[in-house]
């Protein structure tokens, strides 16, 4: 059981908009910065989000990050079926002195 | 760009002990934190222990506490995982991951992942 929480799955057709929820405690994302992460299949995890809101150089803007409270969001505009991969948020939780990430969202480009 | 090349994986009886290697290079490794990172087949991301740019500061998951132990040698920029009786549910490949702040101190962002190394641990 994770400690953030992620729907297993979201879908949107080629071209679409999707959001990617990440809820939280106030140990973890209510007092910490929040990032994301895009797994590709068989490849590592890349940063796509960090501080709940900047991208990395190289990340399109397609790609926007929020947090409100102890949830986070991720949305994702302009779909592109090489968008088809599994997210993850992650922070830091000071209750655990521990990382940690949501239990992870794939996303299927329809 | 910041390389990072994970090695030591391979088969490991339940109850043994292996060591992971991280090789840094094109970054000042000393001035930041990292950590290692571990995903079991078909499942997700499992943070599993973090490192302070000195490494006077060392954090872990409660389920590798006390068996595992992360480490570095500042002047060979290698971070290392000793791993100690090791069980089968933690077959995974485990990724080495920089923080992205510089300073050294542990943040929750990685914004550099090797590409991972898989240990497999069965009889």
């Known amino acids: 059981q994770s400690v953030l929480t992620q729907p297993p799955s979201v879908s949107a057709a080629p071209g679409q908009k999707v959001t990617i929820s990440c809820s939280g405690s106030?140990?973890?994302?209510?007092?910490?910065?929040v990032s994301w992460y895009q797994q590709l299949p068989g490849t590592a995890p890349k940063l796509l989000i960090y501080?709940?809101?900047k991208r990395p150089s190289g990340i399109p803007d397609r790609f926007s990050g929020s947090k409100s409270g102890t949830s986070a969001t991720l949305g994702i505009t302009g779909l592109q079926t090489g968008d088809e991969a599994d997210y993850y948020c992650?922070?830091?939780?000071?209750?655990?002195?521990?990382?940690?990430f949501g239990g992870g969202t794939k996303l299927t480009v329809l | 760009e910041v390389q990072l090349l994970e090695s030591g994986g391979g088969l490991v009886q339940p109850g043994g002990s292996l060591r992971l290697s991280c090789a840094a290079s094109?970054?000042?490794?000393?001035?930041?934190?990292m950590s290692w990172v571990r995903q079991a087949p078909g499942k997700g991301l499992e943070w599993v222990s973090a490192?302070?740019?000195?490494?006077?500061?060392?954090y872990y998951a409660d389920s590798v506490k006390g068996r595992f132990t992360i480490s570095r040698d500042n002047s060979k920029n290698t971070l290392y995982l000793q791993m100690n009786s090791l069980r089968a549910e933690e077959t995974a490949v485990y990724y080495c991951?920089?923080?992205?702040?510089?300073?050294?101190?542990?943040?929750?962002?990685?914004?550099?992942w090797g590409q991972g190394t898989l240990v497999t641990v069965s009889s």
């Open positions: 106030s140990s973890n994302i209510g007092n910490n910065y």
């Open positions: 501080d709940n809101n």
């Open positions: 991951a920089k923080d992205l702040r510089w300073g050294g101190d542990i943040t929750g962002t990685r914004d550099s």
């Open positions: 094109r970054f000042t490794f000393s001035t930041y934190a």
């Open positions: 992650g922070t830091w939780d000071t209750s655990l002195t521990a990382g940690v």
């Open positions: 490192i302070s740019g000195s490494g006077g500061t060392t």
